[in-house]
């Protein structure tokens, strides 16, 4: 996986936030999507709405958010800036 730690704490954000369609994710989802991290769901529609096309987003799983909450807790770090702009390393989301 070829991001920094700051890109993925950044698309995991978002994820959390329901913010991102699955069709007009960044890249970066996808990786995320092959770890376990996020998956889709389809959108509930609003209860009022007549003319609704389900649309898939992108959901953290429970490792997605565990992992956001590792990385967030990595942000206090006084090595965070560092850290930020290191290359995500995986096995990291192991040694918890």
Request: aromatic share 8%; proline share 7%; charged share 25%.
């Amino acid at each position: 996986m070829k991001y920094d730690n700051g890109a993925v704490l950044e698309a995991l954000h978002l994820a959390q936030y329901r913010q991102i369609p699955w069709h007009k994710r960044p890249p970066v989802f996808t990786s995320l999507q092959a770890l376990g991290l996020v998956r889709t769901v389809v959108q509930q529609p609003p209860v009022d709405t007549r003319h609704y096309t389900p649309v898939q987003i992108v959901e953290l799983t429970d490792k997605g958010k565990e992992e956001a909450a590792r990385l967030e807790a990595r942000q206090q770090s006084p090595d965070w800036e560092r850290e930020r702009h290191a290359d995500y390393a995986v096995d990291a989301m192991t040694s918890v």
